[in-house]
C-alpha cells in the first residue's frame, strides 16, 4: 500500500464526521480567537494519524544500526561477511562505504562535523557504527549480531572539567588543527569591568555551583525515517518527522550533493519533538545511503534506547554562579559555564550566539552588572545540546538566575518573593535593554507575581510551613519568575547555517471563501491546524473551520525555519498575520470595483469591507473571493484571484514571562518528593485559543517535574549510558503531577511589535517549572536543615545525600 | 526476549491452564493463591484483605502499573526473583510456601527461604513449574507494605513487608522482609526473633528497623547508594511494623 | 506459526515467526496503525489494546501488546483504536471526551490512553464518582510527554458523564 500525503482527502469518511453534526459542532468555533476544540483530533482519535513507522511503500526495506559498546575505541576492522550471507539482508553499510558516497562524515547545526558511521574511533557510548538493510525489521536486527567489530579500547573521558586538563586524551583528532578538548572559543557577554565594579561594592554575595543536568526531550514517537530514491529519475523522497523540514532540506543538498529541488520531505503527523527532532541524524543519512545503495525505499526506524542514548540531549550546563546585592535589591550576576556538547559539537542554536541564548542570564531583574562565559568542551558522551522545550540554552539561565535568587534571599535572610519584587524590571521601564544586550518588549512583572502569591495563598502557605517545621515535617515553598526570549529572530541578528530565521505563509482564498494556508512551520502537536486556521479567522472572518492548514511538506509549503524556540506563533504566526493582511488588502482593491468606489472610502470589519459612512452597503469576504476568480474586467495593475505569499521577520524576540510557586513536601525519612501543588501565571501576550495555551503549559510544566525531580541522562567512569531505556530514563506519569491539577493564571500584556501581539507560550512552562520545583525542595531542606543547595534531579537518594551533609549528590 | 538478553529454543504459553491455575481460596488454616493469580486478582480479593489486612492490597497497589497488573501474575513475580520485587516480599513476610509440581504430578512444598536462591535464580528446576502458594492464617492479623520509589510503577529503592499477630497485647507471630537490598529478598530473622513475645511499641519496632538496616547487604546502584538503602530499609521496616501493629490491633 | 487473531470483529490469520509481537502482528499484518509502539519495556503504555476474554464475564481489560507474543493472544478478542467507535461511525464516549478536554496533543499515546480511560470507566462500580488519585493511578502505566495528565482526567470524567446520561452509549450492558 502506497502512503500518500496527509490531509482530509486520504479518510473522507471521518472528515466527513470531523466537519458534520455529529462530531465538529461547527457553530462552536469562534471566527478567530477564542476557545476552540482542535481540528486534527479528527484523525487522532480514531487511530488514524499517519506517523512516520505507519509508512509502507512497495518494495520498502528495513535498516537497522550496529552501535559501539565502548564510550572511546579505535576501531581495527569490521567484518561483516556473515551478516551479509544472512539470507534477509540485502546490503551492509560501513563508514568506508559511505565514503565513496562523500557521506562519511555530515556538518552539524554548529558547523562541527559528526561521524554518519565511526571509521577511525567510536567517541561515545552507541555510537553508529554499522548500518544494516535488511527484507524485515526482526532480520535487521538478527544481522546486527553477526558483524563483528574488533576495537581497542581507549580511556573515555565524561567529567566536562576533566577534558580540560591538560594531560587529557584528545576526543577529536579526526579534527585538522585541534589539539585541546574545547569545542569552540570562550564566548562572553557583558561588560566585565562594570561587573566586577558591581560586586566591588556590594553588601551581600551568594555562590554556588549549579550543574544543569543532561536531560532528554524524549519524545513518546522515536526519530526515524523512510528515504526513498528514485534511481530512474533521481527524485528523492523523505518522510520523516522533524521540527524543521525546509532546512533539512538545504543541509541533505548540501551533505548529499543533490539538487535540492529533486528532493521532497514528507513530515506527515509527528509524535511529540521538544528539541528532539530538530538535528539532523546519522541514522537519517543512512538511511537515505541505503536508499541510493539497495534501489528500494529504506525504513529506519530507532528503538527507545537509541533514542535515549544517542539523539540530542540537553543542558549539561556546569555553572559557576554569584549573584550580590546592594541596599536590598539585586545588582549583579556573574557566571562561568562549562557546555558539554559530547563527542560532537552538534547544540542548537543561532550562528551568531555559539551559547544559545544563554545571556539573557540576567533574568527579569533590573540589574546594574552582568557577565557570563561559556566554555564548550568535547567529552566521549552522545552529542547535541538540543534546545529542549528552551529558546537555545534559556533553560539553563532561567534555571541558574532563578536558583542564585533563592540563593541570595538565604544569605540575605530576606524572603525570596520579597527580593524578587524589589528587584523586578518595572513596567514603566519597558522596553528594557539588559546587561547582557536583549531588549525586553513588554512586562509587568509585579502583577502577574502578585497574581501567583494571591492564587497560591503564599502566606498561608509559609505559616503551613513553619506549623509542619515545628511537628518535624518538611514542605518546601518554591518561587521562580522567568522571562523568556523566544521567536528567534530578526535576520539582522540570527541565522542558522547561514538561513535566516525567518518564516514564509502563502494563503490561497478559493471562489467558494474558503481558504488554504501554506506554513512552513512544522506542528508536533502544538495544534496549529486550529490556531493558524484561527489566526487567519481573525485576520479576514472566514470560519476556521472553512481553512486548511497546510504544513508538512517541502514541495506545497514556502521556505522557513520550522517549529522549535517557541517560534511557531511569534514568528510563523506574524507571517500568517501578514499574509491575511496581504489578501484582506487585494480584498479591498476587488471590493471598491464591486461597490463602485474607492479603495480608501472602505473601512474592515471582520469578513466584510463596507462603505465609510454606509455600513449596510458592503462586499463580504466569500463575495469579494467569488469576484476575484469570476470573469469580470479587472483594471490594469490588479490581478485576478485572492491569494497571497509572505516572509515574515521578526522586528525582535517577543519576551513571554511568568510566575511560578511549586509546593513540595519532602519525607525527612526517604527523601521522598511529593509534588503537592503547582501555580503557573503565564503572560504570553495575546492567546489565540486559551484552550491549546493551557494544553501546552500543562505538558510543560510536566516535563519540568520530569527534569527537576526525575529525568537524568547519567554515564559510569566507562562512559556507558546509564539510562538508555524507560526503565531508567523516568518520565513522569500522572501520578507524580498535583492530585488536584495545575493552578493556571494568566496576565496579558501584548507584544508591541508582533502583529497580533502574541508571544508564545510552548515552552514557558518547561523553562519555569524546573526552577521553582528545584527551589522549593531546597527551601524545604533549608529550614529544616540548613541546607542551601543541591543539584536537579532531586530523586529521593539525592536529596536524602543532600539532607545529610553529603558533598557530592550520588548518580 | 525483546531485548535479545534471552533467546530461548521453546517457549510455552501457560495462560491456557489459567482456569486451574487463577484461584485465591481457604482450605483449613490456609490461604492457597495459584501461580496464575493475575496481580488484580489479589489486589482486590476480599479473602486477602479479611484474612491479611492489608499487607496485600498495599503492595499490588505499589506493583508496576495497572495494565501490567491486568496480567502479571503471583507466579511470575516470585519465579523472576528480582530481589526488588514486592510481591515476594509480602510473601517471604507472611511465610508463604511454594509448591512445585514436577514430571507425573509429583509436588514438593519449598520454604521461601529455600526457593529464592540468588538474583533470577529459584529452587524451581527445569522440569518443574510453581502452581501454588500456601499462608499460614494468624487471628489478630495486621500486614503492612512500605515502599520508596523514584516514581510510581518503577522497582522498589527499598520496600519493607512486615506482618505480625497480635492476641492478648502480645506479638504471637512476625514477619519481616527487606526488598531491593540484598541478592535475594532480605527475610530479616532477627528482626521477627525480636519481636516474637513482646508488646507491640514503637521503640521496639525501631529496634527492629535498625536490625534490618544492619542485616541487609544492598548494593550502590542508579536507585541510590547502600548507605542510602541501609538507612532507608530501617526507616520503612519500622513504619510498616508501627502500621501493621495499628492494623493488628484495630 | 500459523496465528488467528480476532481483531476488532475480524479475524486475521497468518503464517508468521513464533517470537512476533502482538504489537507488530496488529501494525504489520492486521495493518491497523493505530496501535503504536513507544518502548519495548513495559513502561509507556502507547501500545495499550483492549482484550477480551470470551471465558470471563469481565470487561476488556487494556494489555501492553509490546509485551505479548502475538501467539498468545488466540483466543482473545481484540480491540485497538479502530475499533472502538460504532460501525456506524458513532464515536465511543471517551473519543468524544479526549476531543471535548483536549486531551491529546501529538495523538501518539492516545489511542493507548482512550484504551486504559474506556476500562477505568467500565470497570468502576460509580465512574462519575472515581477519585483524581484513582484516575490517575489508572493511568500510571500510560505514558504521555504533552498533555501533563490534567486534561486525559477531564476526558475520562467527561467520558463517564456522557455514558452515565447516554446508557446506550456504554460499550456493554451494565
Redesign the interface.
Known amino acids: 500500500m502506497a502512503t500518500v500525503e496527509t490531509g482530509p482527502g486520504r479518510h473522507p469518511e471521518w472528515y466527513a464526521h470531523a466537519t458534520g453534526d455529529k462530531f465538529g459542532k461547527i457553530a462552536d468555533a469562534p471566527i478567530g480567537f477564542g476557545h476552540m476544540k482542535r481540528k486534527e483530533d479528527a484523525r487522532f482519535i480514531r487511530g488514524l494519524g499517519d506517523y512516520m513507522d505507519d509508512v509502507r511503500l512497495p518494495g520498502m526495506l528495513h535498516g537497522a544500526i550496529l552501535r559501539s559498546p565502548y564510550a572511546h575505541a579505535r576501531i581495527n576492522s569490521i567484518d561483516t561477511s556473515a551478516a551479509l550471507a544472512h539470507p534477509k539482508v540485502a546490503a551492509v553499510i560501513i563508514a568506508k562505504d559511505l565514503e565513496t558516497l562523500g557521506l562519511a562524515w555530515m556538518p552539524t547545526i554548529s558547523y562541527d562535523t559528526q561521524a554518519v558511521l565511526a571509521g577511525d574511533k567510536v567517541r561515545f557510548h552507541l555510537q553508529e557504527v554499522a548500518f544494516v538493510i535488511a527484507t524485515d525489521a526482526y532480520a535487521a536486527q538478527d544481522a546486527l549480531q553477526l558483524i563483528d567489530v574488533d576495537y581497542d579500547v581507549l580511556p573515555a573521558i565524561v567529567n566536562c572539567r576533566k577534558a580540560l586538563d591538560p594531560d587529557a586524551p584528545l576526543i577529536r583528532d579526526d579534527k585538522v588543527g585541534q589539539t585541546d578538548n574545547l569545542a569552540s572559543p570562550l564566548w562572553e557577554a557583558g561588560d566585565k569591568a562594570n561587573c566586577d565594579r558591581v560586586f566591588a561594592e556590594a553588601d551581600v554575595v551568594a555562590k554556588r555551583t549549579i550543574l544543569d543536568p543532561r536531560s532528554h526531550p524524549c519524545p513518546m514517537e522515536t526519530c526515524g525515517m523512510v528515504a526513498d530514491m528514485n534511481p530512474a529519475t533521481g527524485q528523492l523522497n523523505i518522510y520523516n518527522g522533524n521540527q524543521a523540514p525546509h532546512a533539512h532540506r538545504t543541509v541533505y543538498a548540501q551533505v548529499a550533493g543533490l539538487p535540492e529541488q529533486n528532493i521532497r520531505i514528507l513530515c506527515n503527523d509527528i509524535g511529540g519533538g521538544f528539541g528532539n527532532k530538530v538535528p539532523v541524524y546519522p541514522g537519517y543519512v543512512c538511511a537515505i545511503a541505503g536508499s541510493i545503495v539497495a534501489g528500494a525505499p529504506v525504513k529506519w526506524i530507532e528503538d527507545r534506547s537509541e533514542n535515549l542514548a544517542s539523539t540530542g540531549f540537553a543542558r549539561d550546563y556546569l555553572m559557576y554562579s554569584e549573584m550580590c546585592s546592594k541596599g536590598g535589591k539585586i545588582t549583579g550576576l556573574r557566571v562561568d559555564t562549562i557546555a558539554d556538547h559530547g563527542a560532537f559539537d552538534s547544540t542548537a542554536q543561532a550562528t551568531k550566539f555559539p551559547a544559545g541564548f544563554f545571556h539573557i542570564v540576567t533574568g527579569s531583574y533590573d540589574l546594574q552588572g552582568a557577565h557570563c562565559q561559556v566554555k564548550a568542551v568535547y567529552t566521549n558522551k552522545a552529542p547535541g545540546g538540543v534546545a529542549y522545550r528552551c529558546s537555545f540554552r534559556i533553560t539553563e539561565a532561567v534555571y541558574l538566575v532563578e536558583r542564585m535568587v533563592d540563593a541570595l534571599a538565604m544569605e540575605m535572610n530576606v524572603d525570596p518573593v520579597e527580593l524578587r519584587m524589589r528587584s523586578f524590571i518595572r513596567s514603566d521601564q519597558f522596553p528594557y535593554e539588559t546587561q547582557t544586550g536583549w531588549v525586553y518588549d513588554s512586562g509587568d512583572y509585579h502583577k502577574a507575581m502578585k497574581l501567583a502569591m494571591e492564587i497560591a495563598d503564599y502566606e498561608g502557605l509559609r505559616k503551613e510551613q513553619q506549623e509542619k517545621l515545628a511537628r518535624g515535617e518538611m514542605m518546601g515553598i518554591g518561587i521562580a519568575f522567568f522571562t523568556e526570549g523566544v521567536g528567534a529572530g530578526p535576520r539582522r541578528h540570527m541565522d542558522i547555517l547561514g538561513l535566516a530565521m525567518n518564516d514564509g505563509a502563502e494563503l490561497r482564498v478559493h471562489p467558494s471563501g474558503k481558504a488554504v494556508v501554506s506554513l512552513s512551520a512544522q506542528t508536533q502537536g502544538q495544534g496549529h491546524e486550529t490556531t493558524f486556521a484561527q489566526i487567519v479567522a481573525e485576520e479576514l472572518g472566514i470560519s476556521p473551520n472553512e481553512i486548511m492548514v497546510r504544513h508538512g511538506d517541502t514541495d506545497k509549503t514556502p521556505y522557513g525555519l520550522g517549529t522549535y524556540g517557541s517560534r511557531s506563533t511569534p514568528v510563523s504566526g506574524g507571517a500568517v498575520a501578514v499574509v491575511s493582511r496581504k489578501v484582506r488588502d487585494k480584498a479591498r482593491q476587488f471590493a471598491a470595483l464591486m461597490l463602485e468606489t474607492r479603495a480608501e472610502d472602505l473601512a474592515w470589519e471582520k469578513g466584510r469591507w463596507y462603505v465609510k459612512g454606509d455600513p449596510e452597503r458592503g462586499s463580504t469576504i466569500e463575495s469579494i473571493a467569488e469576484y476575484a476568480y469570476s470573469a469580470s474586467n479587472l483594471p490594469e495593475g490588479l490581478e485576478g484571484g485572492l491569494d497571497a505569499n509572505a516572509v515574515y521577520d521578526p522586528p525582535n524576540l517577543t519576551y513571554p514571562f511568568g510566575a511560578y510557586i511549586a509546593v513540595v513536601d519532602v519525607d525527612p525519612g526517604t527523601g521522598k518528593v511529593h509534588m503537592r501543588r503547582f501555580i503557573a501565571v503565564d503572560d504570553c501576550g495575546v492567546r489565540i485559543n486559551p484552550m491549546v495555551v493551557e494544553g501546552q503549559i500543562h505538558g510543560g510544566l510536566v516535563e519540568g517535574i520530569g527534569q527537576a525531580l526525575m529525568e537524568i541522562i547519567s554515564f559510569d567512569e566507562q562512559g556507558n549510558c546509564l539510562n538508555a531505556s524507560f526503565m531508567d530514563y523516568l518520565l513522569p506519569t500522572a501520578l507524580e503531577c498535583p492530585e488536584h491539577g495545575f493552578e493556571l493564571g494568566e496576565t496579558v500584556t501584548p507584544c508591541p511589535h508582533h502583529p497580533i501581539g502574541a508571544k508564545g507560550v510552548g515552552e514557558s512552562p518547561c523553562v519555569g517549572s524546573p526552577p521553582a520545583i528545584a527551589n522549593a525542595v531546597v527551601d524545604a531542606m533549608y529550614h529544616a536543615k540548613g541546607v542551601k543547595h543541591m543539584d536537579m534531579p532531586c530523586f529521593p537518594a539525592r536529596v536524602w545525600a543532600a539532607m545529610n551533609g553529603r558533598e557530592q549528590p550520588p548518580q | ?4 538478553l534471552a533467546n530461548p529454543g521453546h ?1 510455552i ?1 501457560i ?2 491452564i489459567e ?1 486451574e491455575l487463577n484461584y485465591i481460596r481457604q482450605e483449613g488454616n490456609e490461604i492457597r493463591i495459584g501461580a496464575l493469580t493475575r496481580h488484580v486478582n489479589m489486589l482486590e480479593s476480599d479473602l486477602l484483605a479479611r484474612t491479611f489486612p492489608d499487607i496485600f492490597r498495599e503492595a499490588e ?1 505499589v506493583l ?5 497488573r ?2 502479571g501474575t503471583m507466579g511470575g513475580s516470585l519465579c523472576q526473583s528480582d530481589p526488588a520485587e514486592d510481591l515476594s516480599g509480602v510473601v517471604v513476610a507472611l511465610k508463604g510456601k511454594a509448591v512445585l509440581r514436577g514430571p507425573g504430578g509429583a509436588e514438593r512444598v519449598v520454604e521461601m527461604d529455600e526457593f529464592h536462591i540468588g538474583p533470577y535464580m529459584t529452587a524451581v528446576g527445569p522440569t518443574e513449574m510453581l502452581i501454588e502458594v500456601r499462608f499460614p492464617i494468624h487471628p489478630g492479623f495486621g500486614g503492612a507494605h512500605e515502599k ?1 520509589e ?5 522497582f522498589a ?1 527499598v520496600a519493607a513487608s512486615a506482618a505480625l499477630s497480635i492476641q492478648g497485647g502480645t506479638i504471637q507471630t512476625a514477619g519481616v522482609a527487606c526488598s531491593a537490598v540484598g541478592p535475594t529478598t532480605m527475610h530479616i530473622k532477627r528482626a521477627e526473633e525480636a519481636l516474637v513475645g513482646k508488646a507491640p511499641s514503637e521503640e521496639l519496632f525501631q529496634q527492629a528497623g535498625q536490625m534490618a538496616s544492619a542485616d541487609c547487604s544492598p548494593n ?1 546502584d ?4 547502600a548507605d ?2 541501609r ?2 530499609a530501617g ?2 521496616t519500622q ?1 510498616a511494623l508501627s502500621r501493621a501493629a495499628a492494623t493488628a490491633l484495630r | 506459526m500459523l496465528v488467528s487473531i480476532s481483531i476488532n470483529g475480524q479475524v486475521y490469520s497468518h503464517d508468521v515467526e513464533p517470537r512476533l509481537l502482538l504489537v507488530h502482528f496488529i501494525r504489520e499484518y492486521a495493518e491497523l496503525h493505530g496501535t503504536h509502539w513507544g518502548c519495548d519495556t513495559s513502561n509507556c503504555g502507547i501500545c495499550i489494546v483492549l482484550m477480551d476474554d470470551p471465558q470471563s464475564d469481565q470487561p476488556p481489560y487494556p494489555v501492553k501488546s509490546c509485551t505479548m507474543l502475538a501467539a498468545m493472544a488466540q483466543g482473545y478478542e481484540i480491540t485497538t483504536v479502530e475499533g472502538m467507535a460504532k460501525p456506524d461511525g458513532t464515536l465511543d464516549p471517551i473519543q468524544m471526551g479526549f476531543h471535548e478536554m483536549h486531551a491529546l496533543q501529538c495523538g501518539f499515546c492516545t489511542p493507548g490512553m482512550m484504551s486504559t480511560g474506556r476500562w477505568l470507566i467500565e470497570r468502576h462500580p460509580n465512574p462519575t464518582q472515581m477519585t483524581d488519585h484513582e484516575i490517575r493511578d489508572g493511568i500510571s502505566g500510560n505514558l504521555c510527554r504533552c498533555t501533563g495528565y490534567d486534561n486525559i482526567i477531564k476526558a475520562i470524567r467527561w467520558a463517564a458523564a456522557y455514558i452515565e446520561e447516554h446508557p446506550e452509549s456504554a460499550r456493554t450492558a451494565r
Open positions: 526476549m525483546k531485548l535479545r517457549v504459553d495462560n491456557p482456569p497497589a508496576a502499573d495497572p495494565v501490567v491486568n496480567r520508596v523514584r516514581r510510581a510503577g518503577d529503592i550502590s542508579g536507585r541510590g547508594p542510602y538503602k538507612a532507608v526507616v520503612l513504619r
